[in-house]
């Protein structure tokens, strides 16, 4: 990359451009703005200076676009309502510029596109739907900023101080646009929204300068202390002496609102504790306590904000020891129905609506990046998709979607070094996990293991119980003595492992009844006594045929090893009648499957009714409570 190179005008100091399509750059000595010409280097008469930030971006970083290698060359400021903002100028190593905004720690590269139809401020509604470029986006907010200083190189004239408004539009998949209407037409940046850590920076500011940029000022109101740890981020910071609430976008720290009297509360984790949550460094900065009013009763909850150079604010939100740590996401959910209910759509999940409320703020402590007042009231509405949850957050002018996961009390504790244990949890939480997990998983291994007990029962029930021998028939006559009508079947010779044996009977009967007395017996004469009666009855009354009993019956004997068996048979009965006798091996027992059968399915059983009073008492808390 060539660079061109001059002296300033006004001290002389060297000037160098390190991208060709720079016409604008700061003298880095005497803060001269400078205008580069066909010809020569001109000074327009204004000296930049920057306000302090928090940023760790600086003019020479470096870094890496989707693999496109870039330097930062220049660095627009804008002063907005909410703070600042500032605007890196990119040279990219094949020639290209781009811009990296980085409002609040929130970043997005852009690259200006040629001029399109825009809407034109005025149609910029927040919330407005609108085609840009042939890309549909939604308007996410609609600001008046003014120049607030520069510094490094521009691709354009720009010093002059005057407000000018800007239109943020945010696109699915994590597009990003930006209207300038500082210019007519308006100029069109458009590209998506990126993580720090995917940018590969390097040659960032020390922390130690970046913690050199916190500002420490006298409270307006009671002259104590007060730390704006954020400085160029934060808007309001309450004093915590006083608990008045300062501006901290004007040099004077103008009192925005006195402490008159309310509730006071103290913060589980305190102002200025670091911790490491989600593997990333913060810092406690703000807390404030925040509440709904449903069926004229409140509930309120704690709202702590953390803070990161990198990776600027997020939110940990604590209601009867349930915890949550959340972000604002720049996309906009898509609009679904789930179970004909409101749902909302982001990154392929789906939340269900669970909830709309007005909240309001009743109590503040530290410093936000918005200005913050005991009584701001905003709308909110929750959608759940458990751990996450996905919140609404709407107020004059602006709708802010911020996406939170469930974090156990345990691992804040840990986060942040506190002592002893967290709150228990009361409660079931809107975005709690269910403790029964799984409970698909648990039945898809319950029916497989199911389907192969019933396979292996088929074929026990097919390859067992064989009969051993063939049956036996005889006949008794009660007129003959009793010693004479005894049989003895075998030798009975029993194979395999210990199992039953099971002697089945049929005896023709006609209203009588039959009484088997039966001795198994081995080769070494011990005998397993045992008998069966059976008995059949029937006839006709008042015209309609019945019947009782059955002439079959059979009798098992257990835990059989196996050998040579005799099984001795001596009918009893009052009439004669003819039987058959026949033996069977290993016979399954149809109980012991069930029982097995039972055991399986009693765990996801036992899961889904679990899971079920889970959901039901976390909907009992919803708009869609079944008893409303």
Known sequence: MTRATASCPSCGAPVEFVSAASVQTTCRYCTSVLVRTDLDLRAVG????????????????????????????????????????????????????????????????????????????????????????????????LTRARYAGTEGELPFERWEPGEMSFADLRGEGGRFATLDYSENPPLLFAGRWVAFDDLALSELREPEE???????????????????????????????????????RSSAFKVLQTYHARLEHTP???????????????????????????????????????FSPRYGFCYLTEYQGHWNRGETIRGVPRTVTAGMRPAAELDGRVFRHFQRAKAETTFVLGEFPWEVRAGDRAKVSDFVAPPYMLSSEET????????????????????????????????????????ATGVRGKWAAALAMLALLVALAMVHYSAGGGTVGTPHRYGFDPLTPQEQQAQVIGPLVL?????????????????????????????????????????YYQGVEDGE?????????????????????????????ELPYSYEVKVRRDVPMGWMYLVAALLLLLPPGLATLRSGLFETQRWAESDYAPND
């Open 46 to 141: 204004v000296k930049s200076t920057v306000p302090p930030s928090v940023s760790p971006i600086r003019l020479g970083t470096r870094g890496s676009d989707g693999g496109r290698r870039f330097q930062v060359v220049g660095r627009l400021v804008y002063a907005y309502e909410r703070g600042r903002w500032n605007e890196w100028h990119l040279a990219y190593d094949d020639g290209g510029t781009g811009w990296l905004s980085d409002a609040q720690a929130e970043y997005a590269i852009t690259a200006q596109v040629p001029s399109a139809p825009v809407p034109t401020a005025d149609q910029a509604r927040p919330g407005t739907k609108v085609t840009v470029g042939g890309e549909p986006y939604t308007v996410g907010s």
């Open 210 to 248: 970046v913690k050199a940029a916190a500002l420490t000022v006298a409270c307006p109101n009671c002259g104590g202390s007060v730390t704006v740890h954020a400085a160029g981020l934060t808007v309001s910071v309450v004093c915590a002496h006083c608990r008045s609430v300062l501006d901290a």
């Open 396 to 435: 004059e002018g602006e709708t802010t979607w911020t996406l939170s996961e469930y974090v156990p009390g345990a691992a804040v504790w840990k986060a942040f070094g506190m002592k002893g244990s967290p709150p228990s949890p009361r409660g079931v939480y809107a975005n709690e996990p269910a403790p």
């Open 268 to 306: 589980k984790i305190p102002l200025g504790t670091p911790g490491t949550l989600n593997g990333r460094a913060w810092e406690v900065i703000g807390f404030q306590v925040r509440s709904i009013r449903v069926e004229g009763r409140d509930y309120p909850w704690d709202e702590y904000l953390l």
């Open 495 to 535: 194979g395999g492992r210990t199992s039953n044996v099971e002697v089945d009977v049929e005896a023709v009967l006609n209203n009588s009844w039959a009484y088997f007395d039966l001795s198994l017996a081995d080769s070494a004469g011990q005998a397993t006594q045992f008998g069966k009666e059976v008995s």
């Open 545 to 573: 045929r019945w019947s009782e009993g059955s002439p079959r019956g059979s009798v098992r004997v257990p835990s059989v090893p196996p050998g040579r068996y005799w099984l001795r048979v001596e009918p009893q009965g």
